[in-house]
Nanobody
Framework: VQLVESGGGLVQPGGSLRLSCAAS????????MRWYRQTPGKERELVAA????????NYADSVKGRFTITRSNAKNTVYLQMNSLKPEDTAVYYC?????????WGQGTQVTVSS
């Protein structure tokens, strides 16, 4: 199982970024996918989750209305569109899935929101 995030970077407050997570090594279309984030000294926080079909999505209260999680089962990729970014969104963002063989994480991508 491999999860590879991309799309992070430095953005000004109010700006947008789209994160991608390319998955391989498992039946992607059969499993829910999640985005988490973590800042130094804090526990990893669940940001958004999407069901295997994409028909069900959930968000942390702190990002509702600003972030959108989507997936392409044809491309084995999950996305996180982040709009109206705030300095408190600064974190390392991780892609995650839990399948029969275990719980898997990507390496993370840094998002920094600063003027």
């Amino acid at each position: 199982v491999q999860l590879v995030e991309s799309g992070g970077g430095l953005v000004q407050p109010g700006g947008s970024l789209r994160l991608s997570c390319a998955a391989s090594g498992f039946a992607f279309s059969s499993y829910a996918m999640r985005w988490y984030r973590q800042t130094p000294g804090k526990e990893r926080e669940l940001v958004a989750a999407i069901s295997s079909s994409g028909g069900s999505r959930n968000y942390a209260d702190s990002v509702k209305g600003r972030f959108t999680i989507t997936r392409s089962n044809a491309k084995n990729t999950v996305y996180l569109q982040m709009n109206s970014l705030k300095p408190e969104d600064t974190a390392v963002y991780y892609c995650n899935t839990e399948i029969l063989s275990g719980n898997y994480w990507g390496q993370g991508t840094q998002v920094t929101v600063s003027s």
